[in-house]
């Protein structure tokens, strides 16, 4: 017999799919709600449920054990109102409840996050042999695995997948559900200092942009032993990313290697340090580490590789950043793999109007024109993940009318690209328009202070227009942002050099 252990409030908007996923393999729904106002309970009436109540205590797990108390199956399922079990677990599920040892199975809950295009897999012990002795533990995030380790259930890892959607949602909506259990998992965190809260206190400081707080939490978890590896290698990863955003390149550089050598698997890390390789000028690092994150971001897609957590990538992403490298670098292997790859990709018949995009990718690569449906495909095209390729084609084609007209499409789409409006800038110049590009770029550095490249371009034009009064406030704003980038500074160093040789007054 197999009990479905749910604790809810107000779930109404999700909890009809949650139980059409179950209804066929459940024998039992013990429904625990926490004080419901809206349909919750009449929809869980709907579906046979047995519903208690429960006073809500700011405690998960208490929550969670009062719903097992209630439970009479010889197996416990356990999800949440936003999940739903995948229909072809079904048959496997069935199968591995028809023992009766002391055993509990890792299922994988993969969450959807179509807002910052990020999807992530976890593999959580969902399904276990019911026991009195086997409770919860943690106030949120609740663990039910110290328990099941402590009882000696054998853990086994199961094909079992749930679909997690509860985190499908806006920015502002991740942020609301991070604050509801940021105080929670201090509070938690302050009675035992878990590496597993600290990780998960990272987190949560990770969505409310708190990134000096998630620095530290990530530190402490990363460091710890007691967490799992691939949650180790996570934590490094994102300290990695933190570096790598503010330009500090040998901790960026150092991080990754901390996580690689934790967990070589993910994809994410494998794609963050091709990334960081190629701000270090290490093209073939760059590039290997890049055709490394597709095969392990396959892998994951496709079933081959099961870790605690697996952030899976969208394939294009990794397939346009592989295929600018490898532009970038002249490699002619890895050019031929990433166009089969996308071929591929865009031939499915899910993917709609893929023979036009492809056709688009050809002419782009082959410097020809787009036809009026070509170019509207081309903007519909243009995303965070394809801008780089875009934006490299179009440096390199000598159709500068119709590359202006592309660009300003572009803008339109996307208000502050800055990339883009450095190729209209330098496009504006070409023109003769001069003033109108030294404008656009003005306009750039008085909202955003954080593209060195951008106060390097403006200065190469006040060079041509020989108004060097004007360079040194970009300097000063060079040397006051970007201090901590060696690169930069070497290049205002030779700027000063070259200002004195042509002027004959230091800057």
Known sequence: MLTLSMIVKDEEKYLPECLDSVKDVVDEIILVDTGSTDNTIEIAEKYGAKIFHFEWANDFSAARNFALGQSTGNWILYLDADERLDHNSISELKKLIENNSSTAYYCTVKSYDSDGSRDNSIRYLRLFANSPEIKFVGKVHEQIEPSLTKNRYQLFNSNILIHHIGYNISIEGKQKKAHRNL??????????????SAFQIAQSYNILNEREHAYKYFKIAGESVELDRSLRAQCFSSLALMAHHDHKVGDA?????????LDDRQSFSQLLASKIALRRGDYLTAEVRCRGAYQSNQNILFGREHSKLAIILDPEEVIYFGLTLALQNKNVTNISFYQKELSTCYNRKENENGIIKLTVIQKLFSNAALNPNEEKMFIEMANKHTMDLFLYTLLSNPNKQQVFQLANDLLKKFPDAVEVKKIIARLLDDF?????AIQ?????????RYDPAILFYLISFYLKKGTEEKIKPMIGKLEKNYPHIPEVMERVRKLRRKLLMLTGVPL
């Open 253 to 261: 550089e150092k991080y990754i290697q901390f996580s690689l050598k």
């Open 183 to 196: 105080s929670l998992l201090i509070e938690e965190y302050e009675l035992k200092k878990s590496a597993y």
């Open 440 to 448: 656009l770029l003005e306009n750039v550095v008085e909202k955003d």
């Open 432 to 436: 003769g328009k001069l003033d109108e």
